[in-house]
């Protein structure tokens, strides 16, 4: 099918061998997702100055273009041809790949996130442990930048960064297991399926307590306010990227948006349904056969962004509003609280799948 | 040779360098970061036999959560990699001994044998290696789900054994933290508990004073 797709549009198509077609097919696949994403978080950075400026009653940015709309790519231009200036006995190697292994990890987590029916670039089973996986990996970005930078503020930065993300991953990898007992599989895809039926059927109802301990787990593991103490401008300068510059340091950023938006992501999907819509079983099922409105009410990707949204406004939001917790308080908070709201939780949900609780259950 | 082949000498030897550098390196954080190489490379061998939730499973774990504290560890305590080089002559006999022992034991254990890749049961002798050119196993179908088998398979044929797995893991658990547990009275610090439970007459002194002239 894909083939003939092809075969229409480019003439030359078929005559390619069967492997260079699929590695063009998956190439293309990956540049539909990663292009909108890094327009995304380019406007991500401006809208967080924009929201956090009109929460503090200023105007932001809004020198370059209509009302700053090109901030973003004056930024990055800047940032790229600035000069990445090495410490003097940093390690170079891992300095350097430092930004790299916090990039990458952020971008492939994208590979299984299922943006409508069957439209991902991955359909694997174990897509939530993958993206636990991936996402576990970003933590050596952060310890390495701090460790190869040879500076005892970039060193406390990753000390702090390593055991608060270890400290929250568990939380959050916990949160995951009660999103697959009630959902009976790792396949996100199949997760948002298993919320299909209406308002009442995402995994927000019965999984509250994991919800709200996913999304402040997913701000503690992306360090942001108000959590960033890894980053802590107040204590320790900017943490683990003090040293960094230029293009490096726009690495660790685009990371950090990249990873904010996943976080986003995920939380719909998971806990909001996905590309569900919220008014299905609301109004009648012949509204979704009108030609336009229809498709806009019914299921599609649009809803999914319209819900991921909403918690990258939620990120700006806790920024403008919440002052930065105390470290020992954050620690407490991930061991103390959240692991056993989770496991308290999951003892909940096994119970309620013994006895079958409609509707989740049954 | 197929790009398949290609891609798992790739890795096969890539391991293999970074095990050996491991051992080698000078600086410790490197050899922390050779080891989570080492096990990126397994996982990917992993990924090729459709093995995707170990393979998953072992970049989560070790690469995910080991290895950070691992490395964590070894960057706090600043360990000096000469004095623990010394003595390295003294050890090479019993290290060698063992290498060998473990050798045989995976061949023994873990050989094509045991996998169907071959008619007749292969016994230990000089004909051990002769056979050679093992056809690929046949890959499973397009619906296999390797993490769906792998939870049939642990939660109802190996129940048993998973469960006192788990037991023997609690018990390292408990022992590990109560090894480490000791009450410090030296230190200054602060409990929560505590300082929620304050009231305002604990703290709160209202003193009346006269105006003076």
Same mark, same amino acid.
């Given at each position: 099918m894909i083939d003939q797709a092809m075969q229409s549009v480019l003439g030359w198509w078929q005559l390619l061998p069967g492997g260079w077609r699929l590695l063009l097919w998956n190439t293309g696949k990956i540049l539909l997702v990663m292009i909108p994403l890094m327009l995304a978080v380019a406007y991500y950075t401006l809208a967080e100055r924009k929201v956090i400026g009109f929460m503090q009653v200023r105007l932001g940015p809004n020198r370059v273009g209509y009302h700053g709309l090109l901030q973003p790519f004056a930024d990055a231009i800047k940032l790229m041809f600035k000069e990445v200036i090495l410490p003097t006995n940093a390690d170079r190697f891992l300095f350097l790949s430092a930004p790299v292994l916090v990039l990458g990890p952020s971008l492939a987590a994208w590979v299984v996130i299922p943006f409508d029916e069957g439209l991902s670039i991955a359909n694997i089973d174990a897509g939530l442990l993958y993206i636990l996986a991936v996402s576990s990996v970003t933590v050596y970005g952060v310890i390495l930048a701090g460790w190869a930078s040879n500076s005892k503020y970039a060193f406390l930065g990753a000390m702090r960064s390593a055991a608060q993300m270890v400290a929250y991953e568990i939380a959050m990898g916990f949160a995951l297991v009660g999103v697959l007992m009630i959902s009976g599989s790792l396949n996100l895809g199949h997760i948002v399926h298993s919320q299909n039926g209406g308002i009442l059927h995402w995994h927000l109802l019965p999984l509250l307590p994991l919800f709200f301990v996913y999304m402040i787990s997913g701000i503690a593991e992306t360090n942001r306010a108000p959590f960033d103490v890894v980053e802590g401008e107040s204590e320790i300068v900017a943490g683990f990227h003090v040293e960094y510059s230029g293009i490096t340091f726009a690495m660790f950023f685009l990371a950090e948006y990249a990873n904010m938006i996943l976080i986003s992501a995920l939380i719909a999907i998971m806990f909001l349904g996905g590309w569900l819509s919220p008014l299905q079983g609301i109004v009648p099922d012949s509204v979704f056969a009108i030609p336009v409105i229809g498709l806009l009410l019914g299921h599609g990707i649009h809803w999914l962004i319209f819900k991921t949204a909403f918690f990258m406004f939620n990120y700006l939001w806790f920024r403008a509003t919440f002052p930065r917790y105390r470290y020992d308080q954050i620690m407490r908070l991930g061991w103390k609280v959240f692991l056993p709201i989770t496991i308290v939780w999951l003892v909940i949900e096994g119970l309620a799948a013994y006895f079958k609780l409609p509707p989740w259950f049954n | 040779m197929s790009f398949v082949q290609v891609i798992f000498y790739l890795f096969a030897v890539m391991m293999l360098v970074a095990a050996l550098r491991v051992i080698t390196v000078r600086n410790p954080v490197h050899a922390a970061l050779f080891l989570v190489l080492t096990f990126i490379c397994t996982s990917v061998l992993w990924l090729m036999l459709e093995a995707e939730f170990l393979a998953i499973v072992l970049v989560l774990v070790y690469v995910g959560a080991v290895m950070v504290l691992f490395l964590f560890v070894v960057m706090l305590l600043n360990i000096n990699i000469e004095s623990l080089r010394e003595g390295f002559v003294q050890y090479v006999p019993v290290g060698i001994l063992i290498a060998l022992a473990l050798f045989v034991q995976m061949i023994i254990i873990v050989g094509p !044998?045991?996998?169907? +890749?071959?008619? @007749?049961? +292969?016994? =230990?002798?000089?004909?051990?290696? #002769?056979?050679?050119?093992? *056809?690929?196993? *046949?890959? #499973? *179908? #397009?619906?296999? @789900? !390797?993490?769906?088998? +792998?939870?049939?398979? =642990?939660f109802t044929d190996y129940l048993y054994p998973f469960e006192i797995a788990a037991v023997i893991l609690l018990v390292a658990i408990i022992a590990a933290i109560s090894l480490a547990l000791r009450k410090r009275t030296d230190t200054k610090r602060q409990n929560p508990a505590q300082q929620i439970q304050v009231r305002k007459q604990d703290r709160l002194r209202i003193v009346k004073m006269e105006a003076e002239e």
């Open positions: - | !044998n045991h996998f169907g +890749l071959q008619d @007749s049961v +292969l016994t =230990i002798g000089p004909n051990y290696f #002769a056979q050679k050119n093992f *056809a690929y196993p *046949a890959p #499973a *179908a #397009a619906e296999y @789900s !390797n993490t769906e088998m +792998l939870g049939r398979a =642990i």
